[in-house]
């Protein structure tokens, strides 16, 4: 089936994620995966969600929702990543739900330790303080991950993903754009999109000096507790600025803005094959006809 999509006003209700040979799309309402079988026959599954934002009208204000949406993408993110890569790996090799766990605790655990623990331990050998510090400490926190970014670029399976990746911000820039969603057509548009994840954690990188510059000095092991313990803040604040900038994204003043973010996606993409465009192009489809069922 092939649709001409109708350009929805822009929604950060409506994005995605690349999965292991595969595209996860989601709408307010509905999650939809999309993967590539070995026997290269594409498999869908969809899932109704029921936001915790949208259950309970509180949790749906401005900065709370941001720390709701936060814990929610990261949820649904996992339960992708799950099915996903046991769609892909061979019987002997799936994996189990504790399995999932115990790699999902221990990849955070990883990101908490290199981009909030080790940024400021490094800052403090400099014996810096004030804004200056805050700065460096950013500055050493955006190396580390733009390091981190172009080491697992270079690693194969990684790299498909990032691809994937490129492929779910084409199929969502050709939907968005109105055109009918065949992979000639979303070929033409860009692996680049402004309400990318990547761009997230530029915002994030930013606001962390602005509050951190306001944080009352409280001591070496009081500093860094609250730089982990404010993650959901920061994170809050930050979505809402993604989402200010996903409102006014055709104006001058905002792509300039958010020109690095998009430049930091060369890293975070790669230019996607018809195969991989099929599939986002699938995801994105099937997310779309579900959202015009339901209304």
Known sequence: MKLTAKREEPSLAFGGQAVIEGVMIRSKKRMVICVRQPNDEILTKTEEINSMSERYRILGLPFLRGIIALFETLYLGIKGLYFSANVTLEEGEKLTAKEIAL?????????????????????????????????VESVVRLGILLIYLASISLVGEFRKVFQYHGAEHTAINAYEAGVELNVENAKKYSRFH???????????????????SIMPNLGFYMNLAYRVLLIPVIAAVSYEVLKLSDRYRDSKVMKVLTAPGLGLQYLTTKKPDEKMIEVALKAVEETSRLMQTSQ
């Open 103 to 135: 790699s999902v605790v221990l990849a955070f655990a990883l990101v908490i330790f290199l981009f909030s623990i080790l940024p400021f331990f490094l800052a403090n050998l400099l014996g810096l303080g004030g804004v200056v510090f805050n700065v």
């Open 194 to 212: 402004p309400r990318c994840g990547t761009c997230f954690l530029l915002i994030v990188t930013l606001i962390s000096i602005l509050f951190f």
